[in-house]
């Protein structure tokens, strides 16, 4: 587990502070070279573990990662997938029907799946869904191939819908699926913490890596940050924070102090988009970590 | 249409709907993409709603209302006040007061692709638990937006017909 990784949501126009610096992100990120520019920075200065999100920009940076082995010879990718809004915009186009009979039940129509479900036959359903987990899985992870990867994470809104779902055999089946064919640990994004650690504990998935938002003032902290401070210190799993900084609303060195105070988070990821930003947050990582 | 007229209300359900009655006008729409005019008395504006702009990701709302003291704006991560005078007793002043979603964002028991659902599901069992009065979305802000949505659906068919 890298200790520092650099994250990628200011990449795509995602800012939790202000539509007008997402959309200021968005524009000056639209040259790819903008972006490696930015990924230069950070490998420059000592960061080389990276999350990235599977959206399409990032099978351009993955090509040029594999162009250049020599630059990027120590580059440790931890993707995160689904991009769902990828899976979002289908919706729009075809509907949820429409949406489901293209990426989930492929050939059966969605009436034959209803029918299915109405007969009770939950098992045929759940074997379906597996299948197709794997293969939406392996499709999503065609863009890292040839690069070091160290962990493939569930995105947030997937993750949380199965966990409200009590999906047990796909949490399994994403894990075992991750190891077997990628030879490393499934990890998990998931704005529900405390929920999904016991849950993924009692699917017997050891040690589970869960990146989840944890900061200073609480924010995106559900149920709330108690739990959260509770759970890191007691339970047997490997939590990753992010969203230390909660929008602006902690000061840097708060949010790394409060981060690093908890012994058992084995990583931040942050996201920036300046030099100055991305050199000054390492730094006070490291820091604080000297000091622990 | 189904899915759309679905975004749309989820859309319309973020509207101050506290008027009786708003009567709103086809200006222009085209399958997910519709922008109304609408006056109720002194009340008029307008209202574009669409889920297929790529350009936005989504959700992405944004509400300006003017009146003759002041502005509002508000969107996704902060709400703004912007008064033409300074009020001596509620604590804003004359100019932008902003409140950002960092400073009121409440935390939630599950959350899913936002606290909002939790948090008005919640809200509604409590209300009937007696927790909580109901007032703050009545049945009848909810019939006004099922209005708006029922305008903007018809406005859409006779423009597509």
């Known amino acids: 587990m890298d200790r520092i990784i650099f994250g990628d949501n200011q990449f795509f126009g995602i800012n939790h502070m202000s539509e007008e610096k997402a959309q200021a992100q968005s524009e000056r990120f639209k040259d790819i070279n903008a972006i490696i520019k930015v990924i230069d920075t950070a490998y420059d200065c000592g960061i080389h573990a990276f999350m990235f999100n599977t959206h399409d920009r990032v099978a351009e940076l993955c090509d040029h990662f594999r162009a250049n082995p020599g630059k990027y010879s120590d580059l440790r990718l931890y993707p995160s997938m689904p991009y769902a809004h990828k899976y979002a915009n289908a919706v729009n186009e075809k509907g949820m029907i429409g949406a489901l009979n293209d990426f989930v039940f492929a050939d059966r129509s969605a009436a034959q799946v209803l029918g299915t479900l109405a007969r009770g036959a939950m098992s045929i359903v759940s074997q379906d869904m597996v299948k197709v987990m794997k293969l939406l899985v392996d499709a999503e992870m065609r863009m890292f191939k040839g690069l070091n990867v160290r962990a493939v994470f569930l995105q947030n809104i997937v993750t949380d819908l199965l966990l409200g779902l009590g999906a047990k055999t796909v949490f399994v089946e994403f894990a075992n699926h991750i190891r077997s064919t990628y030879g490393v640990d499934a990890a998990f994004n998931s704005m529900n913490m405390p929920k999904l650690v016991n849950f993924l504990l009692d699917c017997d998935i050891e040690n589970p890596i869960v990146c989840s938002s944890i900061n200073k003032a609480g924010y995106f902290m559900n149920p709330d940050i108690e739990s959260y401070e509770k759970l890191i210190e007691t339970k047997p799993f490997r939590p990753m924070a992010m969203s230390i900084l909660a929008s602006g609303a902690v000061s840097p060195r708060e949010a790394v102090e409060y981060v690093a105070r908890q012994k058992n988070i084995k990583s931040i990821v942050f996201g920036a988009s300046s030099k100055n930003h991305i050199e000054e947050t390492k730094r006070m990582i490291d820091e604080y970590d000297k000091v622990a | ?161």
């Open chain 2, 1 to 161: 249409m189904r899915h759309s007229s679905n975004r749309k209300r989820r859309e319309e359900q973020r509207l101050p709907t506290k008027s009786k009655r708003r009567r709103t006008y086809y200006v222009y729409s085209k399958k997910d993409n519709s922008c109304n005019n609408f006056c109720d008395g002194n009340l008029s504006g307008t209202l574009h709603v669409n889920w297929s702009d790529v350009s936005y990701r989504k959700p992405a709302y944004k509400f300006e209302l003017l009146g003759e003291k002041g502005k509002i704006v508000a969107d996704l991560h902060a709400f703004k006040l912007f008064l033409n005078y300074g009020p001596q007793d509620n604590g804003y002043s004359k100019g932008w007061n902003n409140c950002y979603i960092t400073d009121f964002a409440r935390s939630v028991r599950f959350y899913l692709r936002g606290n909002e659902f939790t948090t008005q599901l919640d809200y509604f069992i409590d209300s009937i638990m007696g927790r909580e009065d109901g007032k703050m979305c009545t049945f009848d802000d909810g019939l006004n937006a099922d209005r708006v949505i029922e305008e903007i659906i018809k406005n859409n068919a006779e423009r597509v017909n």
